[in-house]
RNA sequence: GCCGGGAUGGCAGAGUGGUUAACGCGCGGGCCUUGAGAGCCCGUGGACCUUCCGGUCCGCAUGGGUUCGAAUCCCAUUCCCGGCGCCA
């Protein structure tokens, strides 16, 4: 959520910012809010005036009983006014309600360093990592290897659940734990709070954290409750302070959140079908910062570096891509993807995203700071997220890159210890 | 799930139908002081208007209701505490 006051006192500014995103709508909404805001404005103060009449004739109805005398006039002058208030009121709030609304729907500023482009098609590779391994042999795809070592079930998950399920089984069933606590310990060690959050929220609380548009497209909802199933931990990590008043010396918060993620991927028919690379549910393992406004940028840059480094020791070759403006998403200020080389589709894809959402999420939760205990707010925090590991990429990427001639697959030094230390995944009953 | 108790500012905690959320702690500013502290004075939730002097409204968990008037009475919901029940 933006700030209204800026919006108020410097459109230009948010506009030609926004405008970057090339959304006509957006710039649209934009200016039907500065209208909407400047009429609620109007008519706020307009029923105001009409509160502080009722309230004078509220005085006087009690000086008058109190003095034993009639208050007749006064009781019908009460009523008179009550109606006109009942109008107004009526009004302003649903006036209060269409600027919060466009308030949610509008994205995020971007920062100066996105780069503008359309879509995926734009965004600026910043770095690469790695070797690209070179095979004597055909190379195959995660399916392909994992089905005949019986490592994965998707026929079966199919007849249970529908598409975009799956069993995994044996040493892969293993390897989805090792990666969660592969990378878990590796944030523990830079003073990441390991947190197991809540796997379902409130629709208030989610508003929060998310853009409208994703309750539709990727949220699970439970039937009957007012709940969602999560898309990410990033969700109730980001919840977590809730119109809450933090520290100053209590941040930055760093967390890392341990959770399964939910996503119906309404919008990706027909788009990766196969395997596990997009399913409806997945672990990961994410990190999340609440900060200082000033260092969020800082943070953002550490957030890449770990999820780099846990690339760089599973020796998975990758790239950063600098997600430019048609492609961000509504929250984000700035956004890294770290996409993982993947042998089969001979081709990148996204394993990381790391974003900065600087005050939006956190003016939409209401999470602010202040300087001490009894010192009055400043104003909101910043919030950062990324990935750590998302399993089931992972995964895809360990089994395509480490794939040998004769099928089997070899486990990532790193992992060993967590499966036995045991060097391949081989065929099993 | 049942019975009982509760939810008031950053914190602690009064107010239990009549305009004003007491007192305190914390926090900010001022006076005093070589400085700090103590002491004293003023201020300290949010929104809107404003000619910058100030003015108005909202706010006592949330949403309704009763009343001329609600933190206070009634109903529903959420959460917390205690007891009972159920449960991996």
């Given at each position: 959520m933006l700030d209204i006051k800026l919006i108020r006192e410097n459109p230009q500014f948010v506009r030609s910012n926004l405008s970057?995103?090339?959304?006509?709508d957006c710039l649209k909404m934009l200016d039907e809010l500065i209208l909407l805001d400047k009429d609620w404005r109007a008519n706020n103060t307009k029923l105001n005036g009409l509160r502080h009449e009722r309230k004078q004739v509220t005085v006087e109805i009690a000086k008058l009983k109190k003095a034993c005398q009639n208050a007749d006039i006064q009781f019908r002058k009460a009523t008179e006014v009550d109606q006109k208030i009942t109008h107004a009121e009526k009004r302003v709030v649903e006036q209060e309600a269409q600027i919060k609304n466009y308030l949610l729907t509008l994205p995020n500023l971007l920062e100066d360093s996105v780069p503008v482009g359309k879509d995926s098609s734009e965004n600026i590779t910043v770095k690469k990592w790695g070797t690209i391994p070179q095979f004597s042999f055909q190379p195959k795809n995660h399916i392909d290897l994992a089905i005949p070592l019986n490592q994965i079930d998707m026929e079966r998950a199919g007849k249970i659940t529908g598409s975009r399920f799956f069993y995994l089984k044996n040493d892969v069933a293993m390897l989805d734990m090792a990666l969660m606590h592969f990378a878990l310990e590796e944030l523990q060690n830079r003073d990441y709070t390991p947190i197991v959050p809540p796997y379902m929220m409130k629709r208030g609380a989610y508003e929060g954290v998310t853009s409208?548009?994703?309750?539709?497209?990727?949220l699970y909802r439970i039937q009957g409750e007012d709940l969602y199933m999560i898309a990410t931990s990033e969700h109730p990590l980001g919840a977590m302070y809730w119109n809450e008043v933090l520290k100053?010396?209590?941040?930055?918060i760093k967390m890392a959140g341990i959770s399964t993620c939910f996503r119906k991927?309404?919008?990706?028919?027909?788009?990766?079908?196969?395997?596990?690379?997009?399913?409806?549910q997945f672990n990961k393992i994410e990190q999340f910062i609440f900060c200082k406004p000033e260092d969020s940028s800082k943070l953002h840059e550490e957030l890449l570096a770990n999820a780099e480094l846990l690339y760089q020791k599973l020796g998975l070759a990758y790239r950063v891509v600098n997600v430019c403006t048609g492609d961000?998403?509504?929250?984000?200020a700035k956004k890294y993807d770290i996409e993982a080389w993947m042998p089969a589709q001979d081709d990148y894809r996204e394993v990381v995203s790391c974003s900065n959402c600087t005050d939006y999420q956190a003016r939409r939760l209401g999470v602010r700071y202040r300087a001490k205990e009894g010192a009055p707010p400043i104003g909101p925090v910043h919030t950062l997220n990324s990935t750590a590991i998302a399993t089931g990429r992972t995964i895809v990427a360990i089994i395509e890159n480490y794939q040998?001639?004769?099928?089997t697959i070899t486990i990532p030094q790193v992992l060993r210890k967590y499966m036995g230390n045991r060097e391949k995944i081989t065929k099993k009953r």
């Open positions: 970057k995103r090339n959304s006509p409208l548009g994703d309750f539709a497209e990727v100053l010396d209590e941040m930055p991927e309404a919008g990706a028919h027909g788009k990766d079908t196969r395997g596990i690379f997009r399913t409806h961000i998403g509504t929250i984000a040998n001639e004769d099928g």
